[in-house]
């Protein structure tokens, strides 16, 4: 059974930095490709960020490039998200993904095989 617990989360101010954490278990961790996505109130989820089985390629949202980092640890089986220069539309819930596919085709986000609980992250002066 695949167990995916997200940490991090928490109360920024806009600027500001947090990183979302996401431990694995239950699965092959370096076999699959790993995203985070974010859920505001009253809106859709939404892919933010995906990183390849190996960690050498990613891909991001436009709202968020430059700003946010993925990357993976395998011998931690642990996801991280960097998000530098917050701003309040980044107020959400985000959830950690693990993907039925190993690289970030153009239809990872619809290739989810497991969700986390999620961790909120609220963006406020």
């Known amino acids: 059974q695949v167990q995916l617990v997200e940490s991090g989360g928490g109360t920024a101010q806009p600027g500001g930095s947090l990183r979302l954490s996401c431990t694995a278990s239950?699965?092959?961790?370096?076999?699959?490709?790993m995203g985070w996505f974010r859920q505001a109130p009253g809106k859709e989820r939404e892919g933010v960020a995906c990183i390849h089985w190996s960690g050498r390629s990613t891909s991001y949202v436009d709202s968020v490039k430059g700003r946010f980092t993925i990357s993976r640890d395998h011998t931690r089986k642990t996801l991280y998200l960097q998000m530098k220069s917050l701003k309040p539309e980044g107020t959400a819930k985000y959830y950690c993904?693990?993907?039925?596919?190993?690289?970030?085709?153009?239809?990872?986000?619809?290739?989810?095989?497991?969700w986390g609980q999620g961790t909120q992250v609220t963006v406020s002066s």
């Open positions: 239950g699965l092959t961790f370096a076999d699959y490709a």
């Open positions: 993904a693990a993907l039925r596919i190993a690289t970030c085709s153009a239809s990872w986000r619809y290739n989810v095989n497991s």
